[in-house]
């Protein structure tokens, strides 16, 4: 029987193959939703689907998109906002 | 507004998004070379939003006469400094001169640890010697009768003599 605190689904269990040769169970943070663009809400590319410490050991230029907005817009969200600007 | 040389723009895709920079040349219908605030290069036309505003600019014109031209549109540039070379400095063969003057100052650094040093191994050296000096002795006087008793023997061969000759110096050990 799992510890009581394992026993609520708030973590996820991951099937580990241990070097003893056995499969071990293992109890793992699940991973957080998708980055989404900030006004129109798809699904950002290139910002990894990752947890926060995962993300702190990843380098800046692998965390989201450089170029302006990288990481809050999408690409067709960020031209069309800098394209407004410039009519205005 | 049409896409010529000298029409001013604002790239809207990449990392020089909203950057400001001239057309200096057309390429074909589809692509234009840029310089200015972003970097210089070709761009699709469709990565870039045309202004009202053109300058006069040659064709091909030099990334400094760009900059003079936006300068007096109040545009800052893009300045890059160009790498200066630097040589590693090669690794030389010391002259002999210097090995003598390194090795001197080897030996005058070795002469202040010194003293300390002997002082130490002197009281170590006191205590260990008495102790080796007698382990040692009584090892050498085994290692030497032996030794001596071989030679002995290898020169007298008969195996009786042998025998008789440590017998002999046992009791001698005895009586003294």
Same mark, same amino acid.
């Given at each position: 029987?799992?510890?009581?605190? #394992?026993?609520?689904?708030?973590?996820?269990?991951?099937?580990?193959?241990?070097?003893?040769?056995?499969?071990? #169970?293992?109890?793992?943070?699940? !991973?957080? !939703? /998708?980055?989404?663009?900030?006004?129109?809400?798809?699904?950002?590319?290139? /910002?990894?689907? /990752? #947890?926060?410490?995962?993300?702190?050991? #990843?380098?800046?230029? !692998?965390?989201?998109?450089?170029?302006?907005?990288?990481?809050?817009?999408?690409?067709?969200?960020?031209?069309?906002?800098?394209?407004? !600007?410039?009519?205005? | 507004?049409?896409?010529?040389?000298?029409?001013?723009?604002?790239?809207? =895709?990449?990392?020089?998004?909203?950057?400001?920079?001239?057309? *200096?040349?057309?390429?074909?219908?589809?692509?234009?070379?840029?310089?200015?605030?972003?970097?210089?290069?070709?761009?699709?036309?469709?990565? *870039?939003?045309?202004?009202?505003?053109?300058?006069?600019?040659?064709?091909?014109?030099?990334?400094?006469?760009?900059?003079? =031209?936006?300068?007096?549109?109040? *545009?800052?540039?893009?300045?890059?400094?160009?790498? +200066? $070379?630097?040589?590693?400095?090669?690794?030389?063969?010391?002259?002999?001169? +210097?090995?003598?003057? +390194?090795?001197?100052?080897?030996?005058?650094?070795?002469?202040?640890?010194?003293?300390?040093?002997?002082?130490?191994?002197?009281?170590?050296?006191?205590?260990?010697?008495?102790?080796?000096?007698?382990?040692?002795?009584?090892?050498? $006087?085994?290692? *030497?009768?032996?030794?001596? =008793?071989?030679? $002995?023997?290898?020169?007298?061969?008969?195996?009786?003599?042998?025998?008789?000759?440590? $017998?002999?110096?046992?009791?001698?050990?005895?009586?003294?």
């Amino acid at each position: 029987m799992p510890a009581p605190r #394992l026993r609520s689904r708030s973590l996820r269990k991951v099937f580990r193959k241990v070097p003893g040769n056995r499969v071990s #169970l293992q109890y793992k943070r699940r !991973k957080h !939703k /998708a980055a989404r663009c900030g006004s129109c809400g798809n699904v950002l590319h290139g /910002a990894p689907r /990752a #947890l926060p410490f995962q993300m702190k050991s #990843l380098p800046k230029t !692998k965390r989201r998109p450089e170029r302006p907005y990288g990481g809050v817009l999408c690409s067709r969200c960020m031209r069309q906002e800098i394209v407004n !600007k410039i009519r205005q | 507004m049409t896409i010529e040389i000298g029409r001013l723009c604002i790239k809207i =895709a990449g990392r020089d998004a909203g950057k400001k920079a001239v057309i *200096i040349d057309v390429l074909d219908d589809k692509f234009v070379v840029l310089d200015g605030q972003t970097r210089r290069r070709k761009v699709n036309v469709f990565h *870039i939003e045309p202004l009202n505003q053109v300058i006069k600019i040659e064709k091909n014109a030099s990334h400094g006469d760009v900059a003079n =031209a936006l300068k007096e549109l109040g *545009i800052e540039t893009r300045q890059t400094k160009p790498k +200066q $070379k630097t040589e590693r400095p090669k690794p030389k063969r010391k002259t002999p001169e +210097q090995l003598r003057v +390194q090795k001197e100052e080897k030996r005058k650094l070795r002469d202040i640890f010194r003293p300390k040093k002997k002082e130490e191994k002197i009281g170590e050296k006191k205590e260990s010697t008495l102790e080796a000096k007698a382990g040692l002795m009584e090892e050498k $006087k085994e290692e *030497i009768n032996p030794s001596e =008793a071989e030679i $002995k023997e290898k020169k007298a061969k008969p195996a009786e003599k042998k025998e008789e000759k440590p $017998k002999a110096k046992k009791a001698v050990g005895e009586k003294e």
